[in-house]
């Protein structure tokens, strides 16, 4: 059997730009694609906190260093600059991977840097 697990997280980006003009997709900063595992056409689902919009697109790879978030094409009209956006990918798994397997998850400051990885959410939700 294969469960469908959430494999990087990129928390709390900063939409830098939307561009309803461009064929579609998100473009992302190549260093925080690196440093969570998302490669260039992996699809991911973007969960807008502003407005509370959620899509699926591919990823294109920004400029490396950069701080870009730019929403293209037809998600261009679900983000304005400044809005906070999860950009989350997930994986098929098997049983056999489960047990090792550990998810990045990028905690992002205002201006789209790193302020750290971790490997497993903390449960926040207060009960």
């Given amino acids: 059997m294969f469960r469908t697990m959430m494999k990087s997280?990129?928390?709390?980006?900063?939409?830098?730009?939307?561009?309803?003009?461009y064929v579609g997709s998100i473009t992302i900063d190549t260093h925080i694609l690196d440093q969570?595992?998302?490669?260039?056409?992996?699809?991911?689902?973007?969960?807008?906190?502003?407005?509370?919009?959620r899509l699926e697109t591919y990823v294109i790879p920004g400029e490396r260093h950069?701080?870009?978030v730019c929403?293209?094409?037809a998600?261009?009209?679900?983000?304005?600059?400044?809005?906070?956006?999860?950009?989350?990918?997930?994986?098929?798994?098997?049983?056999?991977?489960l047990a090792t397997f550990k998810p990045k998850v990028a905690l992002m400051n205002e201006n789209n840097g790193i302020d750290?990885?971790?490997e497993q959410e903390p449960p926040l939700t207060e009960m």
Wanted: aromatic fraction near 2%; charged fraction near 15%; hydrophobic fraction near 45%.
């Fill in 36 to 53: 969570v595992g998302i490669l260039p056409h992996e699809q991911v689902q973007i969960v807008n906190n502003n407005n509370g919009a």
């Fill in 71 to 73: 929403l293209n094409g």
């Fill in 116 to 118: 750290e990885i971790i």
């Fill in 66 to 68: 950069s701080g870009v």
């Fill in 75 to 97: 998600a261009a009209r679900l983000v304005q600059p400044g809005d906070i956006v999860i950009i989350v990918s997930y994986a098929m798994l098997d049983e056999h991977e």
């Fill in 9 to 21: 997280k990129i928390h709390r980006a900063r939409v830098t730009e939307a561009n309803l003009n």
